[in-house]
T-cell receptor
């Protein structure tokens, strides 16, 4: 299986443009998350989902929307891109079971620049 | 407040030398602890994790970490570093029911001299 895949790998947007970052996983994981990674800020949770049809906000949700219509896909939408959203975005997934199976699997990331 | 501190922003070691990356945490509940590695341009990969039991845990790529509850630490070690270990290392803490809200450290960047 491919694990967690993200597209595109790189993207340049102009301020005000909208776009969708794609994330898919083929491991039948219930939980999926979006993070952004910025220098000196570490990983910050944007939105997450505990299953199809269920999403919730993380610590930095403003300016982003998500939906989870299927178990496999968890797209992240930027409604009106701003330079502050220049970042590297990571999607992650994990199984719902608690305990030692809590490992998160990360995608390779999308590097987004907003000019 | 819940937090994870990685005191060393950047470390340089020589190939073949031993390595210790520090991680201290502040967490109200029983912590589940993780170390992840991020190679340049890549996503994060789990190195090892601690949930319970033996406080010395073994991971992939020859890494190990020791949980010390009294010191609120979970330091990562490797006896002999390889050039391919050059990467960013992240420590994270969570609990069994709330792994989606892991608390992340800011990372330690490791450089390896030949």
């Amino acid at each position: 299986n491919a694990g967690v895949t993200q597209t595109p790998k790189f993207q340049v947007l102009k301020t005000g443009q909208s776009m969708t970052l794609q994330c898919a996983q083929d491991m039948n994981h219930e939980y999926m998350s979006w993070y952004r990674q910025d220098p000196g800020m570490g990983l910050r949770l944007i939105h997450y989902s505990v299953g199809a049809g269920i999403t919730d906000q993380g610590e930095v949700p403003n300016g982003y929307n998500v939906s989870r219509s299927t178990t496999e896909d968890f797209p992240l939408r930027l409604l009106s891109a701003a330079p502050s959203q220049t970042s590297v975005y990571f999607c992650a997934s994990r199984k719902k079971a608690s305990g030692s199976s809590n490992e998160q699997y990360f995608g390779p990331g999308t590097r987004l620049t907003v000019t | 407040a819940q937090s994870v501190t990685q005191p060393d922003i950047h470390i340089t070691v020589s190939e073949g030398a031993s390595l210790e990356l520090r991680c201290n945490y502040s967490y109200g509940a029983t912590p589940y602890l993780f170390w992840y590695v991020q190679s340049p341009g890549q996503g994060l990969q789990l190195l090892l994790k601690y949930f319970s039991g033996d406080t010395l845990v073994q991971g992939i790529k020859g890494f190990e970490a020791e949980f010390k509850r009294s010191q609120s630490s979970f330091n990562l070690r490797k006896p002999s570093v390889h050039w391919s270990d050059a990467a960013e290392y992240f420590c994270a803490v969570g609990n069994a029911g709330n792994n989606r809200k892991l608390i992340w450290g800011l990372g330690t960047s490791l450089a390896v001299n030949p």
